[in-house]
Structure formats: C-alpha cells, structure tokens
C-alpha cells in the first residue's frame, strides 16, 4: 500500500479522465470551432433570459435614463415555457448527436448494406453506397465533435415549433376555442411556401388544408423526443411515445377485457391531443413540471454553476479533506464530506460523483480500500446531494408545486433524512477501515484546516446567504436564488480587484457609494441613480434608507470592484482561484480572437468567469429541461384520457388498500423505473400514475409521501445493473462497473429504509398532522414545548432512525469491534428495522389491537434492546472474553 501523493501529470490528468468519462455517460459531443461558439452563445443567452425573469418576471422591461422605464414585451406563462423549451431543445441538438453509429438502427443499417455487399453488385451496390453516405453526411456524428444537416434541420424547427407559440398567442387563445383544425393554413403563415404546398396537395397530402398550429405542435412534440432520445436515451424515448399512442389508440381496449379493461378510454383525435400536449400550461410539454423549471430549478441549477465557477468546489473538497483526511479511514470520510458540500452545488448524482470522485476516489485506493468499495463510497455519496438541502435536486422544487409545500419546509424536512444518510455511509466506511486496518493520509500531505478556512471562508457565505432568504426571511426560492447569485457574482468581483494594493481604495470607494445611496433614499425617497436622472420621491429615515439602499449592495460593489480591476488589469487577486474550465475557457476565447496578451487580464478572466458559469449552467440545465419536457407529455396523456381515475382504482385494489403494500409498490416501481433516467423524469411518472393513490389511502403527510418517491428515484442511481452514477464512479476506481453497484446500493440501504421511517414517523421530517399543507405543519416552538407530542413523535423516532442507521452497519461491513457472525448480523438488521420503521409491523398491530403509537414505542424499545446486547457482545470478543481476539491494528474502531 502507498499513500503518496499524486505526481504532478496524475493529478492533471484526474480531471480530464472525469470530463471523459462524463461526455460518455451523458452522450455529450466535444465542440470546436463555431459550434463551440454558437452552443456558448446560446447558453449565455438562456441564462441572461432566466436571470431577467428571476429579477424582473414575465414583464421585459428596461430603466432607461431619462426616458424612465420601457416595457420591451409582457410575456404569458405559456410564451415563456415555450422559449424556455426552445433553448434547451437548441442547445440539446448541438451538444448530442443524433446518431454515433452504434444504435440499433444503425447497427441494422449497417448489416443490411454488407448483406447487399454480399448478394449484388453493380448498380445496386453503388445506389446503396450513395444512400448510405447521403444517411452518413446527413446524420452519422461518429466522433462525437460534427454538427451534423439533421442538427441544423431540428433546431430550425425548434424556432418555428417555440416561435409559433411566441409570436401568435393571440391566434393560439382562439384555436383553444375553436380547436388546432381551425388554424391557417401554412401557406397562409409562409406565403413563399405556396408552390411547395400545391405540389405536395397534388400528391394527394392535404398539406394545404391543414392547420400551421397543428404542424408546428405535432414538430415540437416530435422534437421533445428526439431530444429525449439523444439527451436521456431511446429507452425513455419509447416510454413517452408509447403514451402518445395510448392517447390516440387506447380507445380500442375494451373495457369488458379483464385486468386491461381498466386502461380502455374515449376515443380523441390528433387535434386534441396535440393541442392538450403543446398549447397548454396545465399538462403538457409546457405544464407544471416545465412552469418549475422556469421558476426554480433553473436558478439554482445556474446558482451552482456560479458556485463552482469560483473555485468552491476544488476549496470543499480540500477543506473536507483537512477535517478528516488523517484519521482512521480518512479519505473515505473526506469522500462523504466533499460529496456532501458539492451536493449542495450540483445536486446531480453523476455530476457530484465525477467532479469529487476524480480526486477522493484515486486518494481512497492509496490508502487502501478496494477499487470497487472506494468507488461504491463515491457513488453512494455523491447520490444523496439531490437529498441534501439548501438546494437539492430538481425534484425537490416539484414537490414545491406538486404538494403546493413552501420550498423553505421542503428544506426544514429534509434536513433529518440527509443527514442520517450521510451518517449512515460514515460509520460503515470507518468500520470498514477499521476491519481491514486503513488508516488515515499522512498529515503533511493535506492543507492546515485553519489556515484553510480563513483564507476560503468566503465560499461558505453563499449558501448561509441562501438558507437566510429561504428559511429566515422566507423569500420564494426564485428571489433567494436571484439575490444569492447577485451577492455571489458581487463577492467574486470584490475578491478579484482586492489585493494589498487595491484593498483601501476599494473598502473606501464602496463604503462611500453605498453612503451616497442611503443619503439619496434619505434626502429625495430614490435611488442615488434616480436623483442623478431627475427622479424624486418621498424623503425617508435612516432605518427605511438603509433597508431601500441594502439590496443595491452587491450592484455597488460589483460596480466598483469592476472599476478597480478596468483600472488596474494587471494585478494580482491572491484569495482568488477560479475553476479549472474558465482557465481553459479563457486560453481558448484568447486564441480565437488572437490576443494571448488578454491572459492574466483581471478583467476578461472575471468576464470568462461570468460568462462560463452562465454557459455551464445552461449546459446543465439542458438535460434536466428535455426531462421534464417529456416527462410532462406522461400527466397530459393521464389528464386528457381520464386513465388517473381509473389507475388509481385499480393501484387501490391491488395494495388492498393497505399503506404499507402501497409504498413497497411505490418502492420497486420507482427503483425500476428510475434505472438510467433522471430522477426528475421517475418523480413525474410515479406522482401522476400512484401518487392519488397514496394521496387517498391518507393517513400520513403528503410531503412524506412526496419525499419517499423522491427518495427511491435517487437510490435508482446506484441500483444494478443500471447504476449510472456507480459506473461513473467505477471509470474512475478502474473498477468492475457491476460489483461497483452492489456495493454502492448496499452502502446506501438506509437510504431505502429510511423513507419507511418518515412516512410512518412524520416526526423525523420535523412535520406534524395528516394529509396537506393545510392540514399539517413545520414544527414550531409550542410543539416542541408539548411534550406529549414532542418525545415519543419526534424525539424517539430521531434518535431510534439514528440508532437504526448504526445498526445497518454492522449489517452490511460484518464487522463492529471484531468479525460478525451470520446470525449477529442478521441480529443487527432485525434491530436496524426495528428501531427504524416498527410501522412495517402494523398487521401484527392491528391483530393484536394495539394503539400505533403504543405500538411503535415497544418495537423501537425491543430493538434498542437488542441492538445493545449484540454490541456489547460484540464488545466482548474483542476484550478477548468468550471469543477470539482480533488483531491489534483492527481492534477496535474508535469513535466515528
């Protein structure tokens, strides 16, 4: 075993082989040249878009001096989910391929022109080589890095499908009257068209008479799969398509037949269905998941883009590595800490996993973990940030809609389940060091923690700042987003301009504008820039100034510290370090533009940082935004059909209406489902297909609920045989990708008994009542001062998951202070589940007619007593009493 360092080009290559190993799970090309340029000038645009609506809202309008303030358009709902879904489905069609050759179709193709090859010659064979270089020329990407003519065609389309929706929203709210089939016709829209359109009519294809509305939803649609298909895969592709044709043929099961006759529905035309699907806000590929999009996930997925962008993520991972780095097991320790710190950044699991992997998993093998156990730690870690608050994933801000839930107690319930999940992957990453001896890196090889915060300390203020404005003032998660990346995009211009030289002039300059500002509120009731403009007000006190002038604070300082850095670009920003990609971003800007002189120039590399996290974000948002666009074609077929009623008559009578069978369903469903698509997508299907049923069974919060689905979607991350993020984790580990998986699932059981726990103790998520928001609430001080309540709902329930999780570590790593037995680990799992979720029990409850609560406290009471007699056993043996004594390096773990 060594614990050196890593060399000098081993460390410069760890994050290369991560940017590899990502555009090869995702799919993704690698740009150059003007398609490089074009995806970059797209996402900035997205983004700029998504930041002016999280300021200004669907109004677009600019404050011109003198002239005053212009409205430039006032946008619906439904124009600002279709340019939401334009760029996305742009930036998808530039940055995924449509074909690399190696698809089932192609792989058909292929196989039909050799078997040509072999039977003719002549003629044939030249027609068939013409068609397939023609096919090749047209769509075959087979490196990854040329835009292709079927690229250029679909996002040519895209701005006809999107812009339709933009431009004639006017004729759109008529045809919701009259229907799609009342529409003009294309020639009408395009008169250039009209010779084209009477060719075809004379065909026999009605193209003339057919509605342009109708077209350009039916070419929307089919783009939202094609997108789906390159950016998530064929799999879900089909799944999606295959409710399009349950919507148009479903008509045909009769409802006599038995088991299926539960799926039969009325019979409705293309018209309607194209018209439910992409001119409709309630369902659809413009309803409520892609109306989340634009509202929430965009901006923290853009807030993290930001974050890291700044240099956060390399500093997390170093800090965690400073906290834990030298004690027993340390790098794996370091591993969940990093993880958890980026989770709250990127809040996807294969993103955490490569960003935080390419660094602890290489650190994890030297010091002596297995490949496939320092992978499975990464995986396993790197999945729970879509659990882990102040941000979460995508998912979350769903719930937020879905159960009409304040965001700010999304994350108060949360907070307890992340927790004891991270926990739970420490103590069996420290037994597991502590069985086979590994102990900690060598101290001199890890940075001061200290030193280290004081000179980072700046990193954490984002996201204090963001749980502030969700959780203190209770901004809309929007807002909280919006002003954190101000202050973000403010701090970073500050650090930047300030060094020895520049710090007094810049504090100075700062202090005096923001002075000037409180005077001009104080004087004239406007802004210091509206005084300058003619404008005037009603003068106000101090107390009101301050408050008016405070969220200007982070324009001022950008404003200045900008100034600074124009007046000074040559020099030096010692507390700043940007992320790798905006020193690439800026080498590549500085040769294309053929001024390498601009490197080292303070100002264009705060401008490349600027504009990298906007690119990055929009890049990351892409996946996330063809997600839920075709994820809501899934609620709109339900809705259009009337499947949801009844589905969830059928769902009842299969569970017997029992929670407990409800919930298992609900389990393996969303692990099944979940295997290979976003966590996003599984949310969206199981909530429109099972979540009425639960919603009827009652009984329990609809948040539980809500964050159980939520739950199982991200364990189908790391659950074999598609793992995703564990085969991500395993390309760095060189590791059997399959064993990676089992490893990583069974690091993270708790993670599949824990929503067990909260749906039958609301108590962990900090909740108290039944049923919805109206019905139940976040704790608050009086509950917590009934003790009733408070000790046997909240508090048993707490310590026992805690406790439980313990349990499951044994469970899993065969060890505590020495070797187990089979019998003493599945003595600890009895006791794990025992203390955890004793409502799995609730048939033996109810025989024995025994009040739940009573119940619970007795079960949880008879694993806890077991759970401390097989540790004390355990104990024991390691003494050296009753059993064998273990070796000396591995005697007894200490305290984790």
């Given at each position: 075993m060594s614990d050196r360092p890593p060399t000098e080009a081993e460390s410069d290559a760890l994050p290369e082989e991560a940017d590899e190993i990502v555009q090869e799970l995702e799919r993704k090309r690698s740009l150059r040249g003007w398609a490089a340029a074009a995806a970059a000038v797209i996402g900035v645009a997205f983004s700029v878009f998504q930041l002016w609506l999280a300021a200004r809202g669907f109004s677009l309008t600019l404050s011109l001096p003198v002239v005053g303030r212009v409205q430039v358009a006032a946008l619906q709902q439904l124009q600002v989910n279709a340019i939401h879904v334009t760029f996305a489905l742009l930036l998808a069609f530039l940055l995924f391929p449509p074909t690399q050759g190696e698809g089932f179709l192609a792989r058909r193709l292929s196989a039909a022109r050799a078997a040509i090859h072999d039977r003719f010659d002549g003629a044939v064979v030249r027609v068939t080589d013409a068609v397939a270089a023609v096919l090749a020329w047209f769509m075959l990407d087979d490196d990854g890095e040329r835009v292709t003519p079927a690229d250029l065609v679909c996002m040519a389309l895209s701005v006809l499908a999107g812009g339709y929706v933009v431009t004639e929203f006017d004729?759109?709210?008529?045809?919701?009257?009259?229907?799609?089939?009342?529409?003009?016709?294309?020639?009408?829209?395009?008169?250039?068209?009209?010779?084209?359109?009477?060719?075809?009519?004379?065909?026999?294809?009605?193209?003339?008479?057919?509605?342009?509305?109708?077209?350009?939803?039916?070419?929307?649609?089919?783009l939202v799969l094609e997108a789906t298909r390159r950016a998530l895969g064929f799999p879900l592709m089909v799944l999606v398509g295959s409710f399009l044709v349950y919507a148009r043929f479903g008509y045909l099961i009769p409802s006599s037949a038995p088991l299926v006759g539960v799926f039969g529905t009325t019979q409705i035309d293309w018209y309607t269905i194209v018209q439910n699907l992409w001119f409709n806000t309630e369902n659809g590929i413009f309803g409520l998941p892609v109306s989340v999009?634009?509202?929430?996930?965009?901006?923290?997925?853009?807030?993290?883009?930001?974050?890291?962008?700044?240099?956060?993520?390399?500093?997390?991972i170093d800090f965690a590595y400073s906290l834990t780095g030298s004690r027993k097991g340390g790098p794996a320790k370091a591993s969940i800490l990093a993880s958890g710190f980026m989770g709250t950044i990127s809040g996807s699991s294969i993103a955490n996993t490569v960003t935080t992997g390419a660094f602890t998993i290489p650190l994890m093998k030297r010091s002596g973990y297995r490949s496939e156990f320092a992978g499975a730690v990464e995986a396993s870690a790197s999945s729970g940030g879509q659990i882990l608050p102040p941000v979460m994933g995508a998912a979350a801000f769903l719930i937020v809609s879905y159960t009409g839930?304040?965001?700010?107690?999304?994350?108060?319930?949360?907070?307890?389940?992340?927790?004891?999940?991270?926990?739970?992957?420490?103590?069996?990453?420290?037994?597991?060091?502590s069985r086979t001896g590994i102990g900690g890196v060598d101290p001199s090889e890890l940075v001061d923690a200290i030193p280290h915060l004081r000179r980072g300390w700046f990193y954490l203020l984002p996201l204090i700042l963001l749980l502030v404005y969700l959780v203190g003032i209770r901004y809309t998660p929007a807002r909280s987003a919006w002003f954190t990346i101000v202050a973000l995009i403010a701090l970073i211009a500050l650090l930047a301009a300030y060094n020895e030289r520049t710090r007094l002039p810049l504090i100075g300059a700062i202090s005096a504008l923001f002075l000037a500002e409180m005077a001009s509120f104080a004087a004239t009731g406007v802004s210091l820039l509206g005084f300058l403009t003619g404008a005037s007000g009603t003068p106000m006190g101090l107390r009101a100034a301050f408050d008016y002038a405070a969220p200007n604070l982070g324009w001022i300082v950008t404003l200045v510290s900008v100034a600074v850095l124009l007046v000074r670009p040559r020099g030096d920003s010692p507390l700043l370090d940007y992320d790798d990609h905006v020193a690439e971003s800026a080498e590549t800007v500085a040769e294309t533009v053929g001024r390498p002189g601009l490197l080292g120039n303070r100002p264009f590399e705060y401008a490349t940082f600027l504009g990298s996290a906007m690119?990055?974000?929009?890049?990351?948002?892409?996946?996330?935004?063809?997600?839920?666009?075709?994820?809501?074609?899934?609620?709109?077929?339900?809705?259009?059909?009337?499947?949801?009623p009844n589905l969830t008559s059928l769902i009842l009578a299969v569970s017997g209406e029992s929670l407990v069978l409800l919930l298992i369903i609900t389990a393996i469903s969303s692990i099944i489902l979940g295997m290979g698509m976003p966590t996003t997508v599984t949310y969206i299907i199981l909530v429109s297909l099972l979540g009425p049923a639960i919603s009827q069974i009652g009984g329990i919060p609809i948040l539980a609920a809500h964050l159980f689905i939520l739950y199982f979607g991200v364990i189908a991350d790391i659950t074999p045989p598609v793992a995703v993020a564990a085969y991500a984790a395993s390309g760095i580990a060189k590791s059997d990708q399959f064993q990676t998986g089992v490893e990583a699932f069974t690091l993270s059981l708790n993670k599949a008994i824990v929503p067990f726990a909260f749906v039958f103790a609301p108590g962990i998520l900090l909740l108290r009542g039944t049923g919805g928001p109206a019905t139940v609430n976040t704790l608050t001080t009086a509950d917590v001062l009934d003790v009733g309540f408070f000790v046997p709902e909240v508090l048993i329930p707490v310590v026992a998951v805690f406790l439980g999780v313990y349990a499951l570590g044994p469970t899993v790593i065969g060890y505590l202070y020495s070797p187990l037995s089979r019998a003493e680990r599945a003595g600890f799992a009895i006791a794990a589940l025992w203390l955890m979720a004793p409502g799995f029990f609730g048939v033996v409850r109810d025989t024995l007619?025994?009040?739940?609560?009573?119940?619970?406290?007795?079960?949880?009471?008879?694993?806890?007593v077991v759970f401390v007699a097989l540790l004390l056993k355990n104990r024991r043996t390691r003494d050296g009493a009753g059993g064998e004594s273990v070796d000396a390096g591995a005697a007894a773990p200490a305290d984790p």
């Amino acid at each position: 075993m060594s614990d050196r360092p890593p060399t000098e080009a081993e460390s410069d290559a760890l994050p290369e082989e991560a940017d590899e190993i990502v555009q090869e799970l995702e799919r993704k090309r690698s740009l150059r040249g003007w398609a490089a340029a074009a995806a970059a000038v797209i996402g900035v645009a997205f983004s700029v878009f998504q930041l002016w609506l999280a300021a200004r809202g669907f109004s677009l309008t600019l404050s011109l001096p003198v002239v005053g303030r212009v409205q430039v358009a006032a946008l619906q709902q439904l124009q600002v989910n279709a340019i939401h879904v334009t760029f996305a489905l742009l930036l998808a069609f530039l940055l995924f391929p449509p074909t690399q050759g190696e698809g089932f179709l192609a792989r058909r193709l292929s196989a039909a022109r050799a078997a040509i090859h072999d039977r003719f010659d002549g003629a044939v064979v030249r027609v068939t080589d013409a068609v397939a270089a023609v096919l090749a020329w047209f769509m075959l990407d087979d490196d990854g890095e040329r835009v292709t003519p079927a690229d250029l065609v679909c996002m040519a389309l895209s701005v006809l499908a999107g812009g339709y929706v933009v431009t004639e929203f006017d004729e759109i709210q008529r045809l919701r009257v009259f229907g799609l089939e009342s529409g003009r016709p294309i020639q009408e829209v395009f008169p250039v068209l009209h010779g084209v359109v009477d060719v075809v009519a004379a065909l026999g294809i009605p193209l003339d008479a057919t509605s342009y509305a109708f077209l350009a939803g039916v070419a929307g649609t089919l783009l939202v799969l094609e997108a789906t298909r390159r950016a998530l895969g064929f799999p879900l592709m089909v799944l999606v398509g295959s409710f399009l044709v349950y919507a148009r043929f479903g008509y045909l099961i009769p409802s006599s037949a038995p088991l299926v006759g539960v799926f039969g529905t009325t019979q409705i035309d293309w018209y309607t269905i194209v018209q439910n699907l992409w001119f409709n806000t309630e369902n659809g590929i413009f309803g409520l998941p892609v109306s989340v999009s634009v509202q929430y996930i965009y901006i923290f997925v853009l807030f993290g883009a930001f974050l890291e962008m700044s240099g956060a993520g390399r500093w997390f991972i170093d800090f965690a590595y400073s906290l834990t780095g030298s004690r027993k097991g340390g790098p794996a320790k370091a591993s969940i800490l990093a993880s958890g710190f980026m989770g709250t950044i990127s809040g996807s699991s294969i993103a955490n996993t490569v960003t935080t992997g390419a660094f602890t998993i290489p650190l994890m093998k030297r010091s002596g973990y297995r490949s496939e156990f320092a992978g499975a730690v990464e995986a396993s870690a790197s999945s729970g940030g879509q659990i882990l608050p102040p941000v979460m994933g995508a998912a979350a801000f769903l719930i937020v809609s879905y159960t009409g839930t304040p965001f700010n107690e999304v994350v108060v319930a949360a907070a307890i389940p992340a927790v004891v999940f991270f926990f739970g992957v420490w103590v069996m990453v420290h037994l597991e060091a502590s069985r086979t001896g590994i102990g900690g890196v060598d101290p001199s090889e890890l940075v001061d923690a200290i030193p280290h915060l004081r000179r980072g300390w700046f990193y954490l203020l984002p996201l204090i700042l963001l749980l502030v404005y969700l959780v203190g003032i209770r901004y809309t998660p929007a807002r909280s987003a919006w002003f954190t990346i101000v202050a973000l995009i403010a701090l970073i211009a500050l650090l930047a301009a300030y060094n020895e030289r520049t710090r007094l002039p810049l504090i100075g300059a700062i202090s005096a504008l923001f002075l000037a500002e409180m005077a001009s509120f104080a004087a004239t009731g406007v802004s210091l820039l509206g005084f300058l403009t003619g404008a005037s007000g009603t003068p106000m006190g101090l107390r009101a100034a301050f408050d008016y002038a405070a969220p200007n604070l982070g324009w001022i300082v950008t404003l200045v510290s900008v100034a600074v850095l124009l007046v000074r670009p040559r020099g030096d920003s010692p507390l700043l370090d940007y992320d790798d990609h905006v020193a690439e971003s800026a080498e590549t800007v500085a040769e294309t533009v053929g001024r390498p002189g601009l490197l080292g120039n303070r100002p264009f590399e705060y401008a490349t940082f600027l504009g990298s996290a906007m690119d990055s974000g929009a890049r990351t948002a892409t996946t996330v935004v063809v997600a839920v666009a075709a994820a809501g074609i899934i609620p709109g077929v339900v809705s259009s059909t009337g499947l949801g009623p009844n589905l969830t008559s059928l769902i009842l009578a299969v569970s017997g209406e029992s929670l407990v069978l409800l919930l298992i369903i609900t389990a393996i469903s969303s692990i099944i489902l979940g295997m290979g698509m976003p966590t996003t997508v599984t949310y969206i299907i199981l909530v429109s297909l099972l979540g009425p049923a639960i919603s009827q069974i009652g009984g329990i919060p609809i948040l539980a609920a809500h964050l159980f689905i939520l739950y199982f979607g991200v364990i189908a991350d790391i659950t074999p045989p598609v793992a995703v993020a564990a085969y991500a984790a395993s390309g760095i580990a060189k590791s059997d990708q399959f064993q990676t998986g089992v490893e990583a699932f069974t690091l993270s059981l708790n993670k599949a008994i824990v929503p067990f726990a909260f749906v039958f103790a609301p108590g962990i998520l900090l909740l108290r009542g039944t049923g919805g928001p109206a019905t139940v609430n976040t704790l608050t001080t009086a509950d917590v001062l009934d003790v009733g309540f408070f000790v046997p709902e909240v508090l048993i329930p707490v310590v026992a998951v805690f406790l439980g999780v313990y349990a499951l570590g044994p469970t899993v790593i065969g060890y505590l202070y020495s070797p187990l037995s089979r019998a003493e680990r599945a003595g600890f799992a009895i006791a794990a589940l025992w203390l955890m979720a004793p409502g799995f029990f609730g048939v033996v409850r109810d025989t024995l007619g025994v009040p739940p609560l009573a119940f619970d406290l007795a079960v949880r009471a008879l694993g806890f007593v077991v759970f401390v007699a097989l540790l004390l056993k355990n104990r024991r043996t390691r003494d050296g009493a009753g059993g064998e004594s273990v070796d000396a390096g591995a005697a007894a773990p200490a305290d984790p």
